[in-house]
T-cell receptor, first 116, second 114 residues
Framework: GNSVTQMEGPVTLSEEAFLTINCTYT??????LFWYVQYPGEGLQLLLK?????DKGSNKGFEATYRKETTSFHLEKGSVQVSDSAVYFC???????????????FGQGTILTVHP | SAVISQKPSRDICQRGTSLTIQCQVD?????MFWYRQQPGQSLTLIAT?????????ESGFVIDKFPISRPNLTFSTLTVSNMSPEDSSIYLC???????????FGSGTRLTVV
């Protein structure tokens, strides 16, 4: 079946530090990959996505590249801010044609705390 | 930007009662989903809300416990029936299709059962 594994948190960084949150997946075919962010007390927001191999999703200084050879979609940001403190979820959507099409599978989430 | 309105935003309910959560979208969408996020956990898909037919439930979730309606392409409800403290979670609706780029989530309903 489909699965997503994220690096365990919590992750604690100082402002302006470099961020990497690892995400690997297991899926058949050609899934789409997503990163979502959940700020304290709020719902989920789509941060970025990639729909095919070698695509790079980017938004708000965050980037992730869809690597099919390593089945990974690691999230990176060059310089984090206190306002980036949130929970980050990696997710996949299976490719078209299967019974699971349209259903998101989420990783366990990684809590990020950024200190001034 | 696209708007999903989810109500109520939070509630505290007595065990044995039921709560109906509403999800209203400001444009027509093909796919609507209901997720549960238990405290400190990730999201788990409950069911896919199908317009004009019964919802499709994931393993571990049943219609008697989580009845879902979807009368049109912009609205759905999820009912949490005969609640117990184990049902305390955040419940989120999600949509995909139409003018939504990727999946979009409602702000969630934070349910506490006492």
């Amino acid at each position: 079946g489909n699965s997503v594994t994220q690096m365990e948190g919590p992750v604690t960084l100082s402002e302006e530090a470099f961020l990497t949150i690892n995400c690997t997946y297991t899926a058949t075919g050609y899934p789409s990959l997503f990163w979502y962010v959940q700020y304290p007390g709020e719902g989920l927001q789509l941060l970025l996505k990639a729909t095919k191999a070698d695509d790079k999703g980017s938004n708000k200084g965050f980037e992730a590249t869809y690597r099919k050879e390593t089945t990974s979609f690691h999230l990176e940001k060059g310089s984090v801010q206190v306002s980036d403190s949130a929970v980050y979820f990696c997710a996949l959507r299976p490719g078209a044609g299967g019974t699971s099409y349209g259903k998101l599978t989420f990783g366990q989430g990684t809590i990020l705390t950024v200190h001034p | 930007s696209a708007v999903i309105s989810q109500k109520p935003s939070r509630d505290i309910c007595q065990r044995g009662t039921s709560l109906t959560i509403q999800c209203q979208v400001d444009s027509q969408v093909t796919m609507m989903f209901w997720y549960r996020q238990q405290p400190g956990q990730s999201l788990t898909l409950i069911a896919t809300a199908n317009q004009g037919s019964e919802a499709t439930y994931e393993s571990g979730f049943v219609i008697d416990k989580f009845p879902i309606s979807r009368p049109n392409l912009t609205f759905s409800t999820l009912t949490v029936s005969n609640m117990s403290p184990e049902d305390s979670s955040i419940y989120l609706c999600s949509v995909e299709g139409g003018r939504f780029y990727g999946y979009t989530f409602g702000s969630g309903t934070r349910l506490t059962v006492v």
